[in-house]
């Protein structure tokens, strides 16, 4: 079974300021990993994910995240936030070689930014 | 082309009744996906189903059911609701065969229960 930790629960930021939104996960087989966005009154949207291959990952909208297998943690950061980005964000982990299989998710962190 | 899409978007019922959720894939997917998402939450995995069976099940308990029909769309079925049914339910779809596939995920229909 595989089990995700979203270490901040609410991350207020300026606009064009830094942001890093922190993710950790415990598994007892390899996993996929994955950022998903969700706007008010919408589902989710995926924001980039690690099957394998470099540690550091690109997403949309400016996003990126690195897998650190030493430190089970996979952080999403992002160098300077826009109003626009104001939303939830959840990590989520299924397990390696799966194609299509359940995803576990985080309890959500809600990034707030403000003007 | 059309992203996932479900029906009803809102929905409110009664404690004890029962509520049928439904979900069209994107085309071309045979692969359809139902989490719960209760307010202040993760979603929380349901049922996964392919080409008409049951692939996966979550913690749930029996009242929750699926079906996926031979066009692919699926229903999600929830008996004797209670209060903490109330939750957004979404449903995923994603493609098969070798490789990973994402999964695409609807709006969600919001259902509450009073």
């Known amino acids: 079974a595989q089990s995700v930790t979203q270490l901040d629960s609410q991350v207020p930021v300026f606009e064009e300021a830094p942001v890093e939104l922190r993710c950790n996960y415990s598994?007892?087989?390899?996993?996929?990993l994955f950022w998903y966005v969700q706007y008010p009154n919408q589902g989710l949207q995926l924001l980039l994910k690690?099957?394998?291959?470099?540690?550091l990952v690109k997403g949309i909208n400016g996003f990126e995240a690195e897998f650190n297998k030493s430190q089970t943690s996979f952080h999403l950061r992002k160098p300077s936030v826009h109003i626009s980005d104001t939303a939830e964000y959840f990590c989520?982990?299924?397990?390696?070689?799966?194609?299509?299989?359940?995803?576990?998710f985080g309890q959500g962190t809600i990034l707030t930014v403000h003007p | 082309d059309a992203g996932v899409t479900q029906s009803p978007t809102h929905l409110i019922k009664t404690r004890g009744q029962q509520v049928t959720l439904r979900c069209s894939p994107i085309?071309?997917?045979?692969?359809v996906s139902w989490y719960q998402q209760v307010l202040g939450q993760g979603p929380q995995f349901i049922f996964q189903?392919?080409?008409?069976?049951?692939?996966g099940r979550g913690n749930f308990p029996d009242r929750f059911s699926a079906r996926q029909f031979p066009n692919y769309s699926s229903e999600l079925n929830v008996n004797a609701l209670l209060l903490g049914d109330s939750a957004l339910y979404l449903c995923?779809?994603?493609?098969?065969?070798?490789?990973?596939?994402?999964?695409?995920f609807g709006p969600g229909t919001r259902l509450t229960v009073t």
């Open positions: 995923a779809s994603s493609s098969t065969g070798p490789g990973f596939h994402e999964q695409y």
């Open positions: 598994s007892s087989v390899s996993v996929y």
């Open positions: 989520a982990v299924t397990p390696g070689g799966t194609s299509y299989g359940k995803l576990t």
């Open positions: 085309s071309g997917h045979k692969s």
């Open positions: 189903y392919y080409e008409k069976e049951e692939r």
């Open positions: 690690y099957l394998s291959g470099s540690t």
